[in-house]
């Protein structure tokens, strides 16, 4: 069993910052890949970034590349999502997930079906 929470969203103006983190639970969260996605009100969830366990590869969306940054610390059982330039257009949602079913070193998954556990969200709000 994983239990992900996702922190660190919130109200920022257009062009500002933040840092979202996700605080995962169990030993081998080191082997699991990690995703970032988020959903508006009215749109479906949609894929935001992904790290493969070993954070050697990272996948962005078109919309967010360039602006978010997603990492890792294995030794804190965190993931993070920098999220900088912020638009309105990325008010929404964000949800963390993990894929505990994969070992692949390289494997960042894109698609929600890839992914077993979910957190519960957070919140971002971004004025213009």
């Known amino acids: 069993q994983v239990q992900l929470e996702e922190s660190g969203g919130g109200l920022v103006q257009a062009g500002g910052s933040l840092r979202l983190s996700c605080a995962a639970s169990g030993r081998t969260f080191r082997h699991y890949p990690m995703g970032w996605f988020r959903q508006a009100p009215g749109k479906e969830r949609e894929f935001v970034a992904a790290?493969?366990?070993?954070?050697?590869?990272?996948f962005y969306a078109d919309s967010v590349k360039g602006r978010f940054t997603i990492s890792r610390d294995n030794t804190k059982n965190t993931v993070y999502l920098q999220m900088n330039s912020l638009k309105p257009e990325d008010t929404a949602v964000y949800y963390c997930?993990?894929?505990?079913?994969?070992?692949?070193?390289?494997?960042?998954?894109?698609?929600?079906?890839?992914?077993?556990?979910w957190g519960q969200g957070t919140q971002v709000t971004v004025s213009s």
């Open positions: 997930a993990a894929n505990t079913a994969s070992g692949s070193y390289y494997y960042a998954p894109r698609t929600p079906d890839e992914y077993d556990y």
């Open positions: 790290i493969a366990w070993s954070g050697s590869t990272t």
